[in-house]
């Protein structure tokens, strides 16, 4: 009974020991990435997570998991909201909806060259991080995707040849697209872009030259085609209750960080914009701009859906695209 005791009081006196050595303050966040971890938007990330590690002293570790590993992309932000984890990376205009709002980047032909994304941008970010803030969660910071093109394995030189092609869509604003030219959308994630059109599931799709490099789609696809339709964002957000149980200075270390992404984040989409045209090219592909014809029926298309857009996004849209017009 003696000896009982006298352990106990040891293992207590430990625990307290253990208790003062680590704070209790030391977490590891997980942060799910769906993209390749050579992609530059979860390079950024990685960049991102050891900058929160190490400028919180440990505090927080961030550790990222590319590739969809932790969880797929249509799962991330709902991982995110019911803290399964505590911070994630998603494809904003795949939630537009939850919200209009977060299609906000996905408005074809509204802006169309990064200059014209950053400023979108800020006119569009505080509303978009008040809708998020309502589903709890945090918004950290944002990057562009590469301007979006589209992808066939034939030429194409008006809508009217898309008639009837399979359309690997990724969000509501791709799904309409291909509804509105005649293409038949199916929702997969990038990162089984390369089996779907392997498989013949798909046969054409809108996205950025750096995602049909990722996923070497020119094993199964000719043709890209610039037509610069707009640059959707990837957001990186936190837990909203994790992120109110930081301490004040950690909450400045990751803001810091995460500023420093988004400004890396960006010119890093820049040169991955070229090296991955020319990537297409090199593997065989043809990478050119649209014929005025398929520019013009493309531009119909965006006419309709910038008008739909509108409609469903009401008064808060409506300031958002008019505060950046005026720019
Ligand atoms: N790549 C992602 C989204 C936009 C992009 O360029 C994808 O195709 O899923």
Known sequence: MKTLIKSTALASTALIAVAFAAPAAAEKWDMPLAYSASNFHSENAAVFAACV???????????????????GGAEIKRA???GQVQIGERLLSAHANEDPLFGIDSIP????????????WSAA????????????LVMLYTVPWPPQGMYFNKPVDSVADMEGLKFRAYNAATAKLAELTGMLPVQIEAAEV??????????????????????????????????DAWLPRNAVMVNKDAWDGLSDDNKEVVRG???TAEAEGLDKAKAYTTFTLEG??????????????LKADLAEIGETMTAEWLESAGDKGKTIVDAYKAM
């Open 280 to 293: 297409l090219a090199e593997n065989g592909m043809t990478v050119g701009d649209p014929s005025d014809k």
């Open 257 to 259: 960080c995460a500023a």
């Open 109 to 120: 032909f509204l802006a169309t060259s990064f200059d014209d994304s950053v400023k979108l």
């Open 125 to 136: 970010e505080d509303a978009v991080g008040a809708a998020l803030e309502e589903q709890n």
């Open 194 to 227: 390369s089996q779907a059109f392997a498989t013949g599931v798909a046969e054409s799709m809108v996205s950025s030259g750096a995602t049909g490099y990722d996923r070497k789609l020119w094993e199964n696809v000719s043709h890209f085609y610039a037509v």
């Open 53 to 71: 590690t190490e400028g919180t002293g440990g505090d927080i570790e961030i550790v990222t998991h590319p590739g969809g590993s932790l969880f």
């Open 80 to 82: 995110v909201q019911t």
